[in-house]
């Protein structure tokens, strides 16, 4: 058999013939448009489809011309015009007398303008996501498999003090603050460094006062849910507005609520209005409050702290010698030597966050066994400290070398 390829000779569709002009108009298959004012057969038609050589157009076989099925959205309906949305491009096709349109239809069509079929009256939705079900909603449902309690928190006994206050109270008491027509508290702020406690607290308070605990983040709801994260919050909501008392704490809401309105794109933007609506919606008898986390208070969008929302806010500092001392203590594992030189530690950690702290325990505890014992010494809680301290070393020269690289930028 012989192969005759021909990859030199661009094949092009006529679409208008201006006779006056010698002007032929073609189209090429990516849609792109040609004006050919060189020679052409006589018995050129429109539809026809041809050869582009150098100096004249060629009849090409019709079957050479295979145009792509496609699937879009109709969005917007002119007169002789229709916007039809295919895979996110927007194009502008002629309106078709047969079918009739409607917006929002999903259609098929063929090449760059013929509108076939209407698949199905309503838009496509991206079958690739995940349908959003109870299913779903449980996956934001921290199961909280153990008891939490508040002495577990170590350091600052304000935090824990204000945030009983502003949570756990108004959970507990819901019946009775409405009686007396106090408003109720719904969103609180969350203000802090990573690792310093927010998270712990925030699930001491759901244990303790017999919440439901819903953790959304928000970089995870960007990634894992777009397309579907306003659904997926307005559920979440639904859900916690059933229980008889729920907690929804959304970490990191400043990635997706900054107030510098050209930077946080349209998704975000959706997101956070979806979130203030849920809370605008909730009804008294609702007994749910919604704790927010961001490192970055500053930078937080207005619409969140206006009244009704996120008006009250607790900071999560970086502790002090004496809370150190106390984190230590009290996340000592169990197999801790009593005795433990806590002090010394804290002493050495300045500007540490206990999440930083705690570490020390884990490495502590390799030491330990890797040495054949059950028991951590002295010694393996300073060399777990030193080993975090190394780490914490290697990220902070990291963490500048890339605050540099992005001020060259
Ligand atoms: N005040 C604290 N007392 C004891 N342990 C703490 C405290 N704060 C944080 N931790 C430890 O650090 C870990 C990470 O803290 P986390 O609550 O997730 O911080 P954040 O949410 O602020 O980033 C916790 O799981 C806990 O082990
Ligand atoms: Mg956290």
Redesign the pocket.
């Known amino acids: 058999m012989a192969w005759e390829i021909d990859q030199t000779r661009p094949i092009a569709r006529v679409v208008k013939i201006s006779e006056g002009e010698n002007a032929v108009h073609v189209e090429f298959l990516n849609g792109n448009m040609a004006v050919c004012t060189s020679e052409y057969e006589t018995d050129l038609h429109v539809g026809d489809v041809v050869y582009l050589e150098e100096d004249r157009l060629e009849i090409a076989p019709v079957d050479l011309w295979i145009e792509t099925p496609w699937v879009g959205v109709v969005k917007l309906i002119l007169l002789d015009e229709v916007v039809v949305d295919v895979g996110g491009n927007m194009r502008v096709m002629p309106r078709p007398s047969e079918p009739v349109l409607r917006t929002g239809n999903t259609v098929q069509g063929k090449g760059h303008g013929l509108i076939q079929r209407v698949l199905s009256e309503d838009p496509i939705r991206y079958l690739d996501l995940p349908d959003v079900d109870d299913h779903t909603i449980d996956q934001f449902k921290d199961p909280l498999n153990r008891k939490y309690f508040f002495n577990?928190?170590?350091?600052s006994k304000q935090i824990v003090d204000r945030a009983r206050e502003l949570i756990e109270a108004p959970l507990k008491y819901h019946k009775e603050l409405e009686e007396i027509g106090a408003r109720p508290i719904k969103g609180v702020l969350f203000t802090?460094d990573?690792?310093?406690?927010?998270?712990?607290l925030a699930r001491i308070i759901a244990s303790q006062a017999e919440a439901t605990f819903y953790q959304i983040s928000g970089p995870q709801i960007m990634s894992k849910w777009l397309g579907q994260s306003e659904e997926v919050i307005r559920r979440i909501f639904i859900d916690a507005s059933r229980q008889k008392r729920a907690i929804v704490f959304f970490d990191e809401i400043d990635s997706l609520a900054t107030k510098r309105s050209d930077e946080s794109h349209e998704a975000s933007r959706r997101i956070v209005g979806q979130l203030l609506a849920s809370m605008d919606g909730f009804r008294p008898e609702n007994n749910v409050v919604i704790i927010a986390?961001t490192n970055r208070p500053q930078d937080i969008d207005y619409a969140l702290r206006r009244p009704g929302r996120f008006d009250w806010e607790i900071h999560?500092p970086l502790p002090t010698r004496s809370d150190r001392e106390e984190?230590l203590a009290?996340?000592a594992p169990a197999g801790a030597y009593p005795g433990l030189p806590h002090s010394l530690i804290a002493e050495k950690t300045d500007d540490w966050s206990?999440?930083e702290l705690?570490a020390i325990w884990s490495e502590a505890a390799l030491l330990t066994v890797t040495d054949g014992r059950r028991e951590i010494r002295s010694e393996d809680y300073l060399g777990g400290y030193e080993r975090v301290a190394v780490q914490r070393e290697r990220k902070r020269e990291e963490s500048e070398i890339k605050r540099g690289v992005e001020l060259h930028d």
């Open positions: 577990e928190f170590g350091g802090g990573p690792g310093t406690g927010k998270t712990m986390t999560f984190i009290k996340s206990p999440a705690v």
